[in-house]
């Protein structure tokens, strides 16, 4: 079994051009064959809470043996583990402000724990856990910012996720969703191109 796990957090269920992405993707992984899967988690549905004192005790080995679990602890264990399962990651990701959706942030403080996803080592370095594993990000924002200062979507990913083993995510965009100069047929092939390629070689 090959297991894709793939993170929605587009605010909107119609007209978002990464769900139109990530149900390209979702076509093409599954036409691999049955013994390729996919796991859904979608931030828009349930957006995660933001971690809370009593949950960031539990992460950092903090709370006293009597202290009861919280939710958000619960939430975070199973995203944890799903995270770790999975043979291939991918995110369907919009720009909003010039980053990512807050939704997909908060996962993220969820999923990013010691002990789970990433340790320190003998030489007090920190190791993620986590990869390696295939990822992909399908990004989409209105105007074009891939490879600018004003983008804090891509860098801050390649961060967060190579902080937890996962390095090198591969970037499929669709940028100038807003702009009348932007062909979205034309950017739908070449999406769609994209994504076989990065599905072949997964
Ligand atoms: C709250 C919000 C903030 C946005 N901020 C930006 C931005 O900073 N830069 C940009 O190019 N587009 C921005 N956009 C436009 C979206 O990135 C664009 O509509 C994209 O297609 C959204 O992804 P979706 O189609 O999957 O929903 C923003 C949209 C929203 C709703």
């Known amino acids: 079994m090959k297991t894709l796990l793939l993170v929605q957090s587009s605010a909107r269920s119609e007209g978002s051009r990464t ?26 549905d349930a957006p995660p809470p933001h971690v809370d004192a009593a949950t960031i005790r539990h992460f950092f080995g903090l709370a006293g043996p009597d202290e009861p679990t919280t939710a958000s602890l619960e939430l975070s264990e199973a995203w944890v583990e799903q995270l770790l399962q999975a043979d291939a990651l991918a995110f369907a990701v919009p720009m909003y402000n010039f980053s990512l959706p807050s939704t997909l942030k908060a996962w993220l403080d969820h999923v990013i724990r010691p002990r789970r996803t990433f340790v320190k080592v003998a030489d007090g ?53 807003a702009r009348a100069d932007v ?16 599905v072949q070689a997964c």
């Open 19 to 44: 769900r139109e992405m990530a149900e390209i993707l979702t076509a093409q992984w599954r036409a691999r064959g049955s013994h390729c899967q996919i796991q859904v988690v979608d931030l828009a």
């Open 125 to 177: 370095q920190l190791e993620g856990l986590a990869g390696p594993k295939p990822a992909l990000v399908m990004s989409a924002s209105g105007g074009l910012f891939a490879d600018t200062s004003l983008d804090h979507l891509r860098p801050y990913l390649k961060t967060a996720l190579g902080f937890i083993g996962i390095d090198s995510p591969q970037f499929v965009d669709w940028e100038g969703t």
């Open 183 to 198: 062909d979205p047929e034309v950017r739908r092939r070449q999406v769609v191109a994209q994504l076989h390629d990065w």
